[in-house]
């Protein structure tokens, strides 16, 4: 069904049928998406700022999200009114997200319930997760953090419960719960294909954060060993990453946070200044592009690409914007009941904790 033209024409389509709509549709864009798509997009943004956005939003009838499925799932859970949400691939999701079933984290709940009673455990999920998996939390009185507010919303958790429960991503609970001085000795990996984690219960009942063993592949493509190059080579390079990098990674790091931060911090360095960045590649690329008066690199500039991120291209953005304009919207992303109400508790729960 995608259009085979020139990407001067894909643009003028994708222009004719922004005019056509004017601000009864946006295009949302993640600061990992192609150039292309960034810059025919109204907003971009880190997932808190893409989650706050779908949240104030009421002249739109339409919100494109180009970015990943769950990105695409809060946006339609946090909608106001009748919006249509449209991913233009559907095939866009996010590798660490498919890494935590809804039900598998269920069932390990339990598990860890029979060592350590029901009142011990926080779960808290990165919202790099299933809409199922939201729901879940919610259901257990938990909470979603993204990036940005991790350190606020981890804080909270550990203050509540004995044990933190963080799912899907390791790293960024791993890196988050050792900046608020939780030993990693005191941290454990749930493994979700063996009984109770592949953990002893005596090793369980000493645990603080239980570290669901979930990752992102694209930012384990980042090691110590680059970093020691890199500085090696020339000190003058200060380190930013992204902290769904390794503890590793993150300690040798002069600065680690969400993607807008390394965007702004880059932003705001002086001029001369020298940066290598551990994140996804789009977006060291666009960074490098937009400080021209710095010399910005990446820690690994090989397989660093997001390729789910990237599947949304001209030609599937042009043609979902050309199905709206003929009334028959399509890849519309729609989160159901009763999930979609205790997702939505628990979003707008982080949301006012952003504040
Ligand atoms: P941010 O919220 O920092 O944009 O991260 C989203 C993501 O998927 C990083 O891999
Ligand atoms: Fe998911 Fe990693 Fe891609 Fe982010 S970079 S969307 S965490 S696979």
Same mark, same amino acid.
């Given at each position: 069904? #995608?259009?085979?033209? $020139?990407?001067?024409?894909?643009?003028?389509?994708?222009?004719?049928?922004?005019?056509? +709509?004017?601000?009864?549709?946006?295009?949302?864009?993640?600061?990992?998406?192609?150039?292309?798509?960034?810059?025919? $997009?109204?907003?971009?943004?880190?997932?808190?700022?893409?989650?706050?956005?779908?949240?104030?939003?009421?002249?739109?009838? #339409?919100?494109?999200?180009?970015?990943?499925?769950?990105? %695409?799932?809060?946006?339609?859970?946090?909608?106001?009114?009748?919006?249509?949400?449209?991913?233009?691939?559907?095939?866009?999701?996010?590798?660490?997200?498919?890494?935590?079933?809804?039900?598998?984290?269920?069932?390990?709940?339990?598990?860890?319930?029979? /060592?350590?009673?029901?009142?011990?455990?926080?779960? /808290?999920?990165?919202?790099?997760?299933? %809409?199922?998996?939201?729901?879940?939390?919610?259901?257990?009185?938990?909470?979603?953090?993204?990036?940005?507010?991790?350190?606020?919303? /981890?804080?909270?958790?550990?203050?509540?419960?004995?044990?933190?429960?963080?799912?899907?991503?390791?790293?960024?609970?791993?890196? !988050?719960?050792?900046?608020?001085?939780?030993?990693?000795?005191?941290?454990?990996?749930?493994?979700?294909?063996?009984?109770?984690?592949?953990?002893?219960?005596?090793?369980?009942?000493?645990?603080?954060?239980?570290?669901?063993?979930?990752?992102?592949?694209?930012?384990?493509? +980042?090691?110590?060993?680059?970093?020691?190059?890199?500085?090696?080579?020339?000190?003058?390079?200060?380190?930013?990453?992204?902290?769904? *990098?390794?503890?590793?990674? /993150?300690?040798?790091?002069?600065?680690?946070? $969400?993607?807008?931060?390394?965007?702004? !911090?880059?932003?705001?360095?002086?001029?001369?200044?020298?940066?290598?960045?551990? !994140?996804?590649?789009?977006?060291?690329?666009?960074?490098?592009?937009?400080?021209?008066?710095?010399?910005?690199?990446?820690?690994?500039?090989?397989?660093?690409? *997001?390729? !789910?991120?990237?599947?949304?291209?001209?030609?599937?953005?042009?043609?979902?914007?050309?199905?709206?304009?003929?009334?028959?919207?399509?890849?519309?992303?729609?989160?159901?009941?009763?999930?979609?109400?205790?997702?939505?508790?628990?979003?707008?729960?982080?949301?006012?904790?952003?504040?």
């Amino acid at each position: 069904p #995608y259009p085979s033209l $020139s990407i001067e024409e894909m643009r003028l389509r994708i222009q004719s049928v922004r005019d056509h +709509f004017g601000k009864k549709l946006v295009i949302l864009a993640h600061h990992y998406q192609r150039p292309e798509i960034v810059e025919l $997009s109204d907003i971009r943004g880190d997932s808190l700022q893409l989650a706050q956005y779908a949240a104030s939003q009421k002249d739109a009838d #339409y919100i494109v999200f180009c970015g990943v499925h769950f990105m %695409a799932e809060g946006s339609d859970i946090l909608k106001r009114g009748n919006q249509t949400i449209v991913l233009p691939d559907l095939g866009a999701g996010c590798d660490m997200a498919d890494m935590a079933d809804a039900d598998d984290v269920e069932e390990a709940f339990e598990q860890l319930i029979d /060592v350590v009673g029901h009142e011990s455990i926080m779960p /808290v999920t990165y919202i790099n997760s299933t %809409a199922a998996l939201k729901a879940f939390v919610a259901k257990k009185g938990g909470m979603i953090c993204t990036s940005s507010n991790a350190h606020k919303i /981890v804080s909270w958790a550990l203050k509540e419960r004995k044990i933190l429960f963080f799912y899907p991503d390791q790293h960024l609970g791993r890196n !988050t719960a050792k900046q608020l001085g939780i030993s990693p000795n005191n941290m454990n990996i749930w493994n979700p294909k063996k009984p109770f984690g592949g953990l002893e219960k005596e090793n369980i009942k000493q645990t603080q954060v239980m570290l669901w063993q979930g990752c992102c592949p694209v930012h384990m493509m +980042f090691s110590a060993k680059q970093i020691d190059l890199i500085r090696a080579k020339d000190p003058e390079y200060k380190i930013i990453s992204h902290p769904e *990098c390794s503890m590793e990674v /993150v300690d040798k790091s002069d600065f680690a946070g $969400s993607t807008d931060f390394i965007v702004k !911090t880059i932003a705001n360095s002086p001029s001369g200044s020298k940066w290598a960045v551990g !994140t996804e590649l789009n977006l060291v690329n666009r960074i490098a592009k937009e400080n021209p008066d710095k010399s910005v690199i990446s820690i690994n500039p090989f397989m660093c690409l *997001c390729g !789910t991120m990237n599947r949304i291209d001209l030609p599937h953005l042009t043609w979902a914007l050309e199905e709206i304009a003929k009334g028959t919207a399509k890849n519309v992303i729609e989160v159901h009941e009763p999930t979609r109400s205790l997702a939505k508790q628990a979003l707008l729960r982080m949301l006012e904790m952003s504040i």
